[in-house]
């Protein structure tokens, strides 16, 4: 059997290469022989499906099995659909992930690693903290900006003007409330400060509900991206869908919360 | 251009579209500064206040976040969105929306990929409508309506998003039987 793994070198001592399409070099390693095989520059282009065109060598090459460091999943079932089995998720040299492949160690299966071995990845614990500045860089200036507004909001507010939008009354405020959140998107955190605000102002907890589930369930400015990818069909009847339950989801989340204070008190 | 130079690029870009925004809004301040300088200071302290009550459920986000980054990741739960039969595709399709992470735009090309291997339309729906459950923001969400209204919001929504799985299901046609793991290369 014949075994593709992608690296930064020539030989076992190179490392496993993190993504295929980043990768230098294919190693390929026929078990029965022991024949080891390096062809360079496995990757032609840096375009997105390189990953894919530099699997295609290697199956071609004879491959049976692939080891990379990481792989998409669903890719990964496609390929596995055709007999060739990928694994990632292999860290360190091309001889470890091909002894930890040959042992059996690792039940890996595109993308995992096993729980004892995650536990202590220094490094992908590294990696996970530095994702998760990622993730805050994008998701606080938006937030920032949210609060600003929440202050402009609150010094030119008044009750008055709010309460000629949401009257007190129970389903115009609730519908108002859903409309608000479909028209709005983003990262749900905004809806949360958004509708404790509006809470703060009197607003009924049933209309910032139908904000809130709004807020993410419908996506009037994702929507033509939402058909392009699922239909129009699928968009509209979803997004519909989702906008019509929200008020009632609403009124019934707060009717048991209502029931559950009651229950504690 | 090499990889990280494109990487790097891309994330300047990010930024500066996400920057975008509150700069946007500093400027409307400055304006609002000029006209009435009493209502720019109070929307200023106003914000402050409102970042600092943040805080602490920031803080807890960011932890939550670092192990969400660390045990899952778009390939693990795609893994999942589109298996098993009936009931059980459901509940996997909802936990998929609820762990997955990221903006919604960067899952279309996957759940494309998805449908058209075979993903039943109701499964898309139920992962698409748990994506408004969000565990990593459980503390910010609490920290404005308290625990026992958050613990009802979930569990309604949970029961939403099966509702309108079922709905898209009769009316889309395809049957939570057929899935991708029993038939990768029909669609349904």
Known sequence: MKIAIFTDGPNLTAKVAY???????????????????????????????????????????????????????VMARQFEAGGVEIRSGFKGTAADALQEYQKGLEKLNAGGAPLEVALLDRSAIVEAVASAGRQFNTLIPVLVGIVLWIGLFNAFMTKAWLMKLFSGRAVPDTFWGACFGSIFTGNPIN???????????????????AFLMTWVTVGLVQLPAETAALGKR?????????????????FLTVMILDGVKRWFS | MNNNKRQSNAVKRLFSRSLFFPLATLVLYGAVAALAPEKALFALK????????????????????????????????AKHLGKGSGVQAMLLSAAAGIISAGPIYAWYPLLKDLREKGAAHSLIAVFLYNRSVKPFLLPIMIAYFGWIYVAILTLMTVLASFAVGYVINVFLGGTLKRTLSDNPSTPV
Do not use: C
Request: net charge neutral.
């Open chain 1, 19 to 73: 993504r295929i399409g980043t990768a230098r070099w294919l190693l390929l390693i026929d078990e029965d022989s022991g024949k080891l095989e390096a062809v360079p520059d496995p990757v032609v282009t840096h375009a997105q499906g390189a990953g894919v065109q530099a699997i295609a060598l290697a199956i071609n090459r004879g491959a049976q099995v692939i080891l990379a460091g990481h792989f998409n999943a």
């Open chain 1, 191 to 209: 809806s949360y400060v958004i509708g404790g605000e509006l809470l703060k102002h009197g607003v009924s907890l049933t209309a910032v509900t």
């Open chain 1, 234 to 250: 699928f968009g509209l009847l979803r997004n519909g869908l989702s906008f019509l339950l929200a008020m009632p989801v609403a």
């Open chain 2, 46 to 77: 106003n914000s402050l206040n409102v970042l600092l009550q943040m805080m602490i459920p920031l803080f807890l986000i960011f932890i939550l976040m670092v192990a969400i980054n660390r045990f899952l990741n778009p390939e693990k739960v």
